[in-house]
């Protein structure tokens, strides 16, 4: 059974959270895609509104997370001798590596929380950054989303499932426990025998 969620309160959850881990909150902005999928494939939400949500709040959240290593880290970075060391030696990194880390990062929950204040801090140049920010939010948002609605029934349905075989299990075991009881008269082993 799912959650009743109000339509308007869906979207805003998805697009606080996605937002938010975008711009490098420990917050569950792909667990909201997740649920606000789910939800759809039951009718619940609107499968392109969810998308829609959080492919712009995950753009959004980037450039908050590009402004803040920018500007915040770049200048905490600098502050220690070995800090600066570190930043000198993946700025090179960066420039090589820094459109695949921003596009890829999407996909791995490290770099989705950090890959933004990476591409601040080593100075990747902003057009650049917004690009493949704008390219990996719309391809994360469509391919999570995506699959997370095509498996909402199959897994609700395997859930529920699961749920009536594992209560029809328990059960069985619970009859199975009292028949050998009676059968081999031994109420040691009997759990009605120990509350009497």
Do not use: K
Request: proline share 4%.
């Amino acid at each position: 059974m799912l959650v009743d969620v109000p339509s308007g309160l869906g979207y805003a959850a998805i697009f606080l959270l996605a937002g938010g881990e975008s711009a490098g909150l420990p917050v569950p902005g792909e667990t909201s895609l997740i649920a606000g999928a789910v939800l759809a494939a039951h009718g619940r939400l609107s499968l392109p509104l969810v998308l829609a949500a959080a492919a712009g709040a995950a753009v959004l959240g980037d450039n908050l997370g590009y402004l803040i290593g920018h500007r915040g880290v770049r200048r905490l970075l600098l502050r220690g001798r070995r800090r600066a060391r570190l930043l000198a030696r993946s700025e090179p990194l960066f420039a090589r590596y820094g459109s695949r880390a921003v596009f890829f990062g999407r996909w791995l929950p490290v770099l989705r929380v950090t890959a933004a204040w990476l591409a601040g801090a080593n100075r990747m140049p902003w057009r650049r950054f917004a690009l493949w920010n704008a390219l990996g939010g719309i391809a994360w948002a469509s391919s999570v989303g995506t699959a997370a609605y095509l498996l909402g029934t199959v897994a609700s349905h395997a859930i529920a499932a699961v749920g009536l075989a594992m209560t029809a299990l328990a059960v069985l075991g619970v009859l199975g426990q009292l028949l050998w009881c009676r059968l081999t008269r031994r109420p040691g082993l009997c759990l009605a025998a120990r509350g009497s």
